[in-house]
């Protein structure tokens, strides 16, 4: 088997919370069978159907919609719980919307109750009086220049542009640009701007054409100090490149109309070196990995550089024939699936214009279906029972990081999520 290792350490150590998400992630889940990846029959009963690959990756999605009106993140997330600290975010709608639209499928879902749950982020008495106007993460998180630049884009897909207030957003996001030209998450001056957030706080302003109202040139000047003479971009200057950072990179100097200053061939070179051109995919990584190469390829204008097919076969076969559902990578542990998967898929189909292979016929052993995790149902009788909630704070600790698991999909947390997966299994064979 191959053997996936954490890559880019020194990001990831300073994006640890995101790691204890992960690991939190993985308590919820069947113990790993070293013998078998496939057998999940404990889990579930056979009944084999027909179907397409498109139809499959929407009974996927159905089965993660919740009454709320956001969606799980896999078949056995945590249900919202204050309790516990546990909410859908704004990522809980968008995911699934850009992928239903990518399927020219929005109609499926009624998205009235979506619109109301994220109506019901957008503070309206906030006790600080610079949060009023701003879209929360979630019910339990405070807005942020990721949160921002997201609400900028869904809002106006859900007919929702007037829960969007510009003036407001545009001036906190300025408030967030720090000395160096970058951006943090809000205005703090203890935080650390960094590529993710300037791509947000970036992105987000110019959704709304105001990007006016920050100094662009500062912008500028870090976006280039973390654009590396190896032709990468790393999260903060002075650091490692990473791969996963290219297309933030690429976007931000498009975004400040510098497009001019990319340095197409010196980029696409350091792309490719980790790229395993006979199988497609980015070696040691996941289908987000590989979304983020094909993503800043196709930016560059230079993806004739990669085998096109050897790619799209490997997107294909991350799509498992037991429920429909996508994995990290071909084969992979069912219980590793993901609707980030999912997401990553089908947008590395629509950027090769290759949509039309998910109209291929396959045959889906069973039909896939959310259910609450055991783990959680024995947690919440032996701590709260039916007693008035209340904070559980080692949970809610952990769960308040959700919105630092973007900066780790962008940052390599899914190698470093496979790599955990590996040893844990090893062990397990060792214990035996």
Request: hydrophobic share 40%; proline share 5%.
């Amino acid at each position: 088997m191959l053997k996936y290792k954490v890559r880019h350490t020194r990001l990831l150590l300073l994006t640890v919370a995101v790691l204890f998400t992960l690991l939190l992630s993985r308590v919820s889940e069947v113990p790993w069978d070293a013998n078998n990846t496939g057998d999940i029959s404990k889990m579930y009963t056979i009944s084999s159907r027909t179907t397409s690959r498109h139809q499959a990756i929407i009974d996927y999605l159905l089965a993660l919609y919740s009454d709320e009106g956001a969606f799980y993140s896999w078949l056995q997330d945590i249900p919202t719980d204050p309790r516990v600290s546990t909410y859908r975010n704004v990522f809980s709608v968008y995911d699934p919307y850009v992928i239903f639209d990518s399927l020219g499928s929005t109609s499926l879902v009624d998205w009235s109750n979506s619109s109301e749950f994220l109506k019901s982020l957008v503070n309206t008495n906030h006790q600080k009086p610079e949060y009023n106007g701003l879209v929360n993460f979630s019910a339990g998180l405070s807005p942020g220049s990721v949160s921002l630049d997201i609400a900028t884009r869904l809002f106006p897909m859900l007919g929702l542009e007037e829960w969007l207030y510009p003036d407001k957003i545009a001036q906190f996001i300025a408030n967030s640009q720090a000395s160096s030209g970058g951006f943090t998450s809000y205005d703090n001056d203890t935080l650390t701007p960094t590529m993710i957030y300037t791509w947000s706080a970036l992105n987000a302003l110019s959704n709304l054409g105001l990007l006016n109202v920050i100094d662009t040139d500062m912008a500028l000047d870090f976006v280039l100090s973390c654009y590396s003479d190896s032709g990468g971009f790393s999260n903060m200057p002075g650091f490692e490149p990473l791969q996963d950072m290219v297309p933030l990179g690429l976007f931000s100097l498009q975004i400040l109309g510098r497009s001019n200053l990319i340095r197409t061939e010196n980029t696409t070179a350091y792309l490719l070196q980790n790229w395993d051109n006979s199988t497609g995919h980015v070696s040691d990584g996941t289908i987000v990995n590989t979304e983020r190469l094909v993503w800043s390829l196709y930016t560059l204008g230079t993806l004739d550089r990669i085998n096109l097919e050897a790619t799209l076969s490997w997107v294909i076969s991350c799509q498992s024939y037991l429920n429909g559902a996508f994995l990290p990578i071909p084969g992979y542990y069912i219980d590793s699936e993901r609707l980030e998967w999912a997401r990553a898929a089908v947008h590395i189909l629509n950027l090769l214009n290759r949509i039309d292979l998910l109209d291929e016929v396959i045959t889906i052993t069973e039909y896939p279906e959310y259910t609450v995790p055991q783990w959680y149902i024995d947690y919440i009788d032996e701590h709260f029972g039916t007693t008035t909630p209340s904070h559980s704070p080692v949970i809610a600790i952990l769960i308040s990081v959700v919105p630092y698991l973007i900066i780790g999909l962008l940052c390599g947390a899914p190698a470093a999520y496979i790599s955990w997966t590996n040893k844990k299994r090893r062990a397990e064979r060792q214990a035996l």
